[in-house]
């Protein structure tokens, strides 16, 4: 599958989009998809993107760049209508990353992280499927899974964090301020490549100023988790604060930015000083500071950040847009003779055979013995889901009993996109009346599926000495 993103980011515009650009990219990787990541911008883009298939390229004005692409991922503020709907026209599956709706989008998904989302009025259209809210907040891998902040008794450590390039060259401004009137506390500096002001803030640096150069995701979290208070621009690195539960002074940097002040005002998480061209910036930087001294009110701050931000956006974006692309692209149909092959493959996986109730390893002459008998066995219907001759997955039906059973398992390169629903539905649609499943008592992935599906219990049995819980569906 060939998969490709469209950002824009650089010096002048910051990197807010391509962060979460490349964190999508990284929840792709997770499914086995490598996709490729265009930027409309500079090279300075490159400094963080470690291990990622970078283009710079003005995509806009020249969309070859997705010729024979099945899904295509749009984060774009210069994107307009006509560009869009171009790339709509020429891909299955296109998806953009809105943040205000911003347009109205063609067919695809739109795709809004922000806290108030779901109050933006969007229109419902055919052929449109929206993801919204802060389930579906993009952070980068490093973020998927972390410990969060414990809160101390004090302000020891305080970190400024202006973004990938200082627009507004408040970084040695703040440093300055913090240096005068808090002498003894820790200051902790992020500095990007693409910071232009460097310089200035080396020689502000004095025992109690740590410099951070370029740190990597791994970095920045270890910076984050050490501090009490975090002084911030209001882009992309509020959610990974929040993520990890850091109390938050935040500054407006640019226009684009009002929406997603005015939310975490609303939502509680930070405490706004105010746009960076307000005339008592750092006095109200200073009052800030004074108010979040109490660990109480940290406390109550860190629990609104790790509230909204649980850390899976990306990867529920990746799972939601290839489980709708499978839905339209896959084809359920009858098992032929030429799958017998690749039905071994996905009976004999380790999960497969864990969840069987014969758990030993199936000898490929044992297989092709059994695939010809069930082929010409007229009591079993015998499916299987399809993507471009590989398959997702294989249904089962067996006649034997008085009522059909139902079985389902997927080939390991598919799991965990929620196309077991997909198959398992089109099975019942070929069904009238009741449907009988039986799954290992200890099976508890399975019982909670079939479970959502409609199914309940019936019953205890013993299936091949296995404890198994038969399940019926009216």
């Not at 869009?84 to 998806?95: D, G, M, Y």
């Not at 953009?96 to 969007?122: E, F, H, Q």
């Not at 930015?257 to 706004?272: A, C, D, L, P, S």
């Not at 509230?307 to 799972?319: D, L, R």
Request: aromatic residues 10%.
């Amino acid at each position: 599958m060939n998969v490709v993103i469209l950002t824009e980011g650089g010096k002048n515009i910051g990197f807010g989009h391509v962060a979460r650009c490349s964190s999508i990219y990284q929840a792709f990787e997770q499914f086995n998809i490598s996709p490729k990541l265009i930027i409309n911008g500079d090279d300075s883009v490159k400094s963080i993107l470690p291990n990622i298939d970078v283009d710079i390229k003005n995509w806009i004005e020249d969309l070859s760049v997705i010729s024979e692409v099945d899904i295509v991922i749009v984060d774009s503020y210069l994107a307009n209508i006509d560009v869009v709907t171009e790339i709509s026209n020429c891909v299955p599956l296109v998806a953009y990353v809105d943040d205000n709706n911003r347009l109205d989008y063609p067919k695809g998904v739109v795709i809004n992280g922000t806290l108030d989302a779901s109050n933006m009025n969007y229109q419902k259209r055919e052929n449109v499927t929206y993801l919204l809210g802060n389930e579906f907040i993009p952070l980068r891998k490093d973020f998927w899974d972390i410990p969060k902040l414990k809160i101390n008794d004090s302000i020891k450590n305080i970190l400024i964090t202006m973004g990938g390039n200082d627009l507004r060259n408040l970084t040695p401004k703040i440093l300055e301020l913090l240096n005068n009137k808090f002498p003894d506390i820790t200051k902790k500096i992020i500095i990007a490549d693409s910071f232009e002001n460097t310089s200035e803030i080396e020689k502000l640096k004095n025992s109690n100023v740590e410099l951070i150069y370029s740190p990597n995701s791994k970095e920045i979290i270890d910076v984050m988790s050490s501090v009490d208070l975090a002084i911030s621009a209001s882009g992309q690195t509020l959610y990974e604060l929040a993520c990890i539960g850091v109390p938050t002074v935040a500054i407006g940097i640019i226009d684009n930015q009002k929406n997603n002040i005015i939310n975490w005002k609303k939502q509680g998480f930070i405490e706004y000083a105010g746009c960076w061209n307000d005339e008592n910036l750092m006095g109200s930087i200073l009052d800030k500071i004074e108010f979040l001294k109490s660990k109480n009110i940290r406390y109550d701050k860190r629990l609104l950040g790790i509230q909204a931000v649980n850390g899976k956006g990306s990867i529920n974006i990746a799972k939601s847009i290839l489980n709708g692309y499978y839905k339209n692209y896959s084809v359920f149909r009858e098992v032929k003779k030429d799958d017998c092959l690749k039905i071994f493959e996905i009976a004999n996986d380790d999960d497969v055979r864990e969840s069987s109730f014969n758990s030993e390893k199936i000898e490929l002459d044992t297989h092709k013995i059994w695939f010809e008998n069930i082929l010409k066995d007229n009591s079993v219907k015998f499916y299987v889901l399809e993507y471009e001759n590989d398959l997702i997955g294989q249904l089962r039906l067996d006649f034997d009993e008085k009522f059909p059973v139902i079985s389902i398992s997927l080939n390991k390169d598919y799991r965990g996109l929620g196309l077991s629903k997909i198959l398992l539905s089109k099975g019942l649609n070929l069904i009238n009346g009741k449907v009988i499943a039986y799954i290992k008592k200890e099976n508890s992935r399975s019982i909670s599926f079939f479970k959502s599906m409609g199914f309940k219990k019936d019953s205890e049995v013993i299936i091949k000495d296995c404890q198994a819980f038969k399940f019926v569906r009216e």
